[in-house]
């Protein structure tokens, strides 16, 4: 390995020993740069690898709120603003009981790359909450998110820092934040936040376009490879915001979804999802996937038993993880290839583990890497930002272009950077190496901040 490069890795390893996830993410990125470091002494000339293993600021903060029992409860909120090399802090929220420090560097980490694979003009960070929407009340989370925001306020704003959805985070939450930002305020900013309902100023598609984003690319990804998505078998993983919208394009573009999932298990529907049915149980009822079963009794529901998700056992052309981080391991990966998948599409965020890619890569599986396949929803919420700044609508379809164009052009950098690195066909390091190189050259730029 180049000898910068290790040192970094090494470096980074000593400072922060108790935060896997992130460590994971720095080794991800800088292992696949060695084609373009070893080409110039100037990234190890500027320091550019020692700062972008460094985050700008760290907020973390107490959030105190009160259950419907009347019982205080306690918990942490965090705001990692990664870069602003490129634009304002932007960068999603998630709460869940897993969130930690870890988590969060390695989203926000992630998010600077994916930001600038966009081409728009937005910097990059994570924030969140170990808080558990699930199975609070709306006044019990509506009170949360209002104290969340009581601190988080005078971090944030549109020209500093744009929080969006993640985990956990959708609509409703998103809602209550603005309303409380507004308040504390005394003025309309609405490009402070995205996700927004289209009834007080969201973008139309935005729901959509992480889900959608993800099928552009894997349209553009198999087309280079002279295959399409017309009448393939898919598999998703998740049933949230990502994999239902994923799910929506892939039957759009021809093809039959027959698995989804949620934490405690999967569905499997040979005849293919009834999409309706999902979005009952998660974004109306907010229930359990199993419940599918009520309205689909020749389908069948697999119990999460062990720390494998049952759904990659499932025979699939392509499969979508678009639940969570490290979702896919290498047992995953074999049982897929052994199943005969021909391509992989990452919609969550590090969902597949370094060693799984590696497979997947070595067994010539095509391999869309998260930073460039799910950056349609950051791009959406770019252009909600700009229609906020214009106080101006566009059309769904308007939108939806507008995110095709987005993601066609994602593919084409990666597969270019990848082209010139002499590793053709492997998007991972091309998307790696594309985003790094506009990092880089703003960070030379822009003197030693
Ligand atoms: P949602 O909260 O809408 O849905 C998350 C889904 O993943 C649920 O089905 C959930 O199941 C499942 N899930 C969450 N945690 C786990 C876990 N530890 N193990 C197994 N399943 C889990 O989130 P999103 O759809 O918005 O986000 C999904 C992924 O996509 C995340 O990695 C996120 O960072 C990424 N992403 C999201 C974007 C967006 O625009 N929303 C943009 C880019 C990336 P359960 O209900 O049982 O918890």
């Known amino acids: 390995m180049n000898s910068y490069i290790e040192r970094i890795i090494k470096e980074a390893e000593k400072k922060n020993n108790n935060q896997p996830e992130y460590i994971q993410a720095v080794k991800e990125v800088l292992t696949s740069l060695e084609p373009i470091i070893n080409l110039n002494n100037k990234y190890e000339k500027n320091a550019i690898l020692e700062r972008m293993v460094e985050p700008e600021r760290i907020i973390m903060f107490r959030v105190p709120w009160v259950d419907d029992s009347g019982k205080i409860q306690i918990n942490r909120g965090y705001r990692v603003q990664y870069s602003s090399l490129i634009g304002p802090y932007k960068g999603g929220l998630r709460f869940h009981p897993s969130v930690n420090l870890s988590v969060m560097k390695f989203l926000g980490f992630e998010q600077i790359f994916k930001n600038a694979l966009t081409g728009l003009p937005i910097g990059g960070a994570k924030g969140g909450s170990d808080f558990n929407p699930k199975g609070k009340s709306d006044n019990e989370v509506m009170r949360f998110c209002q104290s969340f925001m009581t601190e988080l306020y005078r971090h944030i704003g549109q020209d500093v820092d744009v929080p969006a959805g993640d985990i956990g985070v959708g609509g409703r939450e998103i809602g209550y934040l603005f309303g409380q930002y507004k308040r504390i305020k005394n003025a309309y900013e609405g490009g402070v936040l995205t996700g927004k309902s289209v009834c007080y100023g969201g973008s139309l598609a935005r729901t959509e376009a992480t889900g959608y984003g993800l099928l552009f690319y ?156 799910n950056a349609g929803g950051v791009a959406t919420s770019a252009i909600e930002m700009s229609q906020n700044s214009m106080r101006y609508y566009y059309t769904f379809e308007e939108v939806e272009k507008k995110l095709d164009t987005i993601m066609t052009n994602i593919f084409k950098e990666c597969k270019d950077a990848a082209d010139e690195a002499g590793i053709s066909g492997n998007y991972v390091a091309g998307a790696n190496i594309a985003a790094f190189k506009k990092l880089a050259e703003a960070m030379i730029a822009q003197g030693l901040v």
């Open 218 to 373: 894997m349209r553009e990804m198999l087309k280079q490879h002279d295959n399409s998505m017309q009448g393939k078998i898919v598999t998703i993983s998740g049933s949230g915001n990502v994999a239902i919208y994923a799910a929506q394009k892939a039957f759009q573009m021809g093809a039959t979804v027959v698995a989804m999932s949620d934490s405690n298990g999967c569905i499997y529907d040979e005849n293919g999802i009834d999409l309706d049915c999902v979005k009952e149980i998660k974004e109306v009822k907010r229930g359990r996937i199993k419940e599918y079963l009520e309205c689909h009794q020749d389908a069948r529901y697999f119990e999460k038993t062990g720390n494998n998700s049952p759904i990659w056992g499932i025979k699939t052309d392509i499969a979508l993880p678009c639940a969570t981080q490290n979702e896919l391991t290498l047992e995953d990966a074999k049982q897929l290839v052994a199943n005969g998948v021909i391509a992989v599409g990452e919609g969550a965020n590090m969902p597949t583990t370094m060693d799984a890619i590696e497979y997947f890569l070595s067994n010539d599986v095509l391999f869309a890497p998260a930073k460039a396949a």
